[in-house]
């Protein structure tokens, strides 16, 4: 499943199994924290909605307006569903992964990106080049 697929706009629409049946509305798109690729959906199933559960975007495709994986209904309305905001752990993603019979993305693509600190008074930041950095320090401050 790609960003060209446009996955924002599928908010609202039908969300159906390998079969082609409905299973729900699509409630929630969550993106990979690392690419900024929609990894999941959930879809709004029970009755009147009210409860959503975690759907992987591997195989999804395009079907007239919907958005069709390749898991049987049976196997979608059963997975794990969270009380998210915003983020879903990596503990929540291997256990939707499970569910599903996936394999999770190896730990080292997975890890959180470092937070830089300086550790001394001449330190740089390894993004920033040269010519930018004496640019900030001659400002007194950033360079935006």
């Known amino acids: 499943m790609t960003a060209q697929l446009g996955v924002q706009h599928l908010i609202g629409h039908r969300l159906l199994d390998r079969d082609g049946a409905c299973v729900g509305k699509i409630g929630q798109i969550f ?16 009755l009147f909605g009210t409860r959503e ?12 307006g919907d958005l069709q994986v390749p898991y049987a209904k049976s196997v979608i309305k059963s997975a794990p569903g969270f009380q998210v905001e915003a983020h879903i752990s990596m503990k929540q993603e291997d256990l939707v992964y499970e569910h599903y019979g996936l394999e999770p993305e190896a730990p080292g693509q997975r890890a959180a990106e470092p937070i830089w600190r300086p550790k001394g008074k001449h330190a740089r930041r390894p993004d920033v080049p040269a010519q930018e950095e004496r640019y900030r320090d001659s400002r007194g401050g950033d360079a935006a």
Not at 31 to 44: G, H, L, Q, S
Not at 53 to 64: D, H, K, T, Y
């Open 53 to 64: 559960n975690f759907v992987p975007l591997r195989g999804a495709r395009l079907s007239e």
């Open 31 to 46: 993106y990979d924290d690392r690419t900024d690729a929609p990894k999941w959906v959930t879809v709004r199933s029970g």
